[in-house]
């Protein structure tokens, strides 16, 4: 709530996907990035492609992923409704650079 009310949630260094992408971007030639979402490497319909196209862009054998096990996961809290209004305004450019720069390739659980 803090970081809502001090308006500090959009610029954190951590959430703001879009500068990092960019400033990777400035630095490094585009062929040699290769972005893939957590999502997509522990939901167990796409983490053997996820995981094979990892190992495509690195140049290195196939590997197979193991089965995603859940470590040091907390209580799942609900949230405030008028709290997960504020988190999606905050965060919103952040989502709208994502689908823009990704499109279709971005996991549903960021679209939704």
């Not at 709530?1 to 500068?19: F, K, N, T, V």
């Not at 040699?32 to 290195?60: K, M, N, Q, T, W």
């Amino acid at each position: 709530i803090h970081l809502l009310e001090s308006q500090r949630l959009p610029g954190l260094g951590r959430s703001d996907y879009a500068r990092t992408l960019a400033a990777l971007e400035a630095a490094v030639p585009r062929e040699r990035i290769h972005c893939c979402f957590h999502e997509d490497l522990v939901a167990p319909e796409r983490s053997a492609a996820a995981v094979a196209a990892l190992c495509r862009f690195l140049g290195i054998p196939r590997l197979e992923p193991e089965p995603h096990r859940p470590v040091n996961r907390g209580a799942a809290l609900p949230l405030p409704p008028d709290l997960e209004a504020r988190l999606r305004a905050a965060l919103a450019p952040q989502y709208d650079a994502m689908r823009a720069r990704f499109g279709p390739a971005l996991p549903a659980e960021w679209r939704d």
